[in-house]
Every structure is written in structure tokens, then in C-alpha cells.
């Protein structure tokens, strides 16, 4: 490993590149890898052992492009096996769980935190036990919000069914009067706008994107691999595992840069 090498990211699609945007605002010297398994999106309904597999695939494959860093850009795969991960290569393999959670914690003044995520993130409880274990005196709030990460991908989020969408999932963690809300998808920065608009000014919205970034900031500078010589142009590479068109447009907005993806049939 070598300070050229890129920093490696996965996500079921286009959400861990809120998590890229972040990189690229943080650590602008970065090169970074990016793997969207849009072909088997949404990771959230599956089972985590199934999750896990598909990670370490993923992973798997990422260490062939000479990454120094892995980020797990993506709560579902995260909660679904971390230590798994970091366990199996000699690299560093980071998630987005506990970033987010640092954040929340922090910003509290009410005690009470509200987590919104995939089904298997929330069933995994990965939050609330890591909320707990930071500050045991505050009350989390959890629900699963399913269709998010579909409207993300299917460009849907400035319709009225969107905001409808918010309003069915967010009014129990509106009324139970939460004052911090952890995205707890990487999805759903991209939709950020609407949930902010059913959770009203007072409630601030984590995103663990920027807490992330920051940790992989920490890490690469630790090991003493962070890239210091600025290179106009950077090679990013983006795969996909389905057809590349949704997750270019998307891309291409979101990162305000000309990206190709290219696809990759995993076994
Ligand atoms: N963006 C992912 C997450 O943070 C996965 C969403 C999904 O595929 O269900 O959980």
C-alpha cells in the first residue's frame, strides 16, 4: 500500500456517493474506487448473512485496485458484518455507523435521537446499542423507511408521493418530539430536502457522510498514507453491477463531475 493508491468505497447503489461527495470536499487528493451493486439493490429487505456475502464480494473485488482504505458507504452492509470485514485483509476497513452516532450524540440536547434506516439496519439495532453505549442516558426513536432508498433510485424524491412517503414514516419520530435525526442510510442525504421539511428547522439531520470522511482523514494521516500531491484530473473509478445509465445520471449531479461507470458481473 502505497499513498496513490485509492481510497475503495461500496454501496448497493448510488448512496455511498453522498459518502465520495463528501471525499471529494474533505480529502481532494484522494482517488477514489466506488462499486454500486445496483443489480442486487435494495440491500435493506435481505438477509444480513446475504449482505455480508455480497460486501465481502465486493470487497473482495476492490482489493484489486489498489485501495489503501475500504469504506463500507453503506448502514446495511455495515450493520450486517463490520468486524467480518476488518477481519479478513491486512488494509483498513471503516463503516458508517458509528460516525454518525458520534455526531448525534454530541448534538443532543433533548436526549432523544430518532434513527431512520433499511430494514436491516434497523432490525440489527446497530444503532441504538451504539447510541447507548456513547450516552445510556438518551432515548432513541427507530423506524424503517423501505421506499426511500427506491425513490433515490428511481429519481422520484421531488414528487408529491415522496413527500407523502416522508410524512407516513416521520410522524411517529416527530411526535415523539426528537431533536436529532441520523440518516442512517446513505441514501437518504439525497432526499435530505424532504425529510427536512417534515421534520421542521428545529430538527438537525446527521448525516454520517462528513464524520465519515473525517475518519478516513484520521486513518489515512495515522498510517501515514494520506496522497499530499495535488494531481488535476484524478482517475476515479466507478463500477456498477447493473447497467450503468441511472447511476451515471445520478452521479454526474450529485458529484457535478463528467463520471463513467463501468459494469461488473460478480459471480
Ligand atoms: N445505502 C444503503 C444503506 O446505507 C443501502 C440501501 C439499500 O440498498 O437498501 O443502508
Known sequence: MNRDHAIGLLDSGV??????????????????????????MPYGPR?????????????????????????VACNSATAAGLPYYQGEYDLP??????????????????????VIGTQGTIASNAYEQLIKHYAPEVEVFSQAC??????VENELVDTPEALCVAETYLRPLKDAGVDTLILGCTHYPLMSHVIARVMG??????SSAEETAREAHCILQKMDLQQTKTTTGLRHRFFVSGPPAGFVRIGRKLLEL??????????
Do not use: N
Open 201 to 206: 428547522p428545529e430538527v438537525k439531520l446527521i
Open 146 to 151: 423501505p421506499l426511500f432508498v427506491l425513490l
Open 258 to 267: 463528467e463520471i463513467e461507470a463501468y459494469q461488473v458481473l460478480l459471480p
Open 93 to 114: 476497513v471503516i463503516g458508517v455507523i458509528e460516525p454518525g452516532v458520534r455526531a448525534a450524540v454530541r448534538h443532543t440536547k433533548t436526549k432523544r435521537i430518532g
Open 47 to 71: 438477509p444480513h448473512s446475504e449482505v455480508r456475502d455480497f460486501a465481502r464480494q465486493i470487497i473482495r473485488f476492490l482489493t484489486t485496485q489498489d485501495v489503501k482504505l475500504v469504506i
Open 15 to 40: 448512496g455511498g456517493l453522498t459518502v465520495v461527495r463528501e471525499i471529494f470536499t474533505q480529502l481532494p487528493a484522494e482517488r477514489i474506487v466506488y462499486f454500486g451493486d445496483t443489480a442486487r
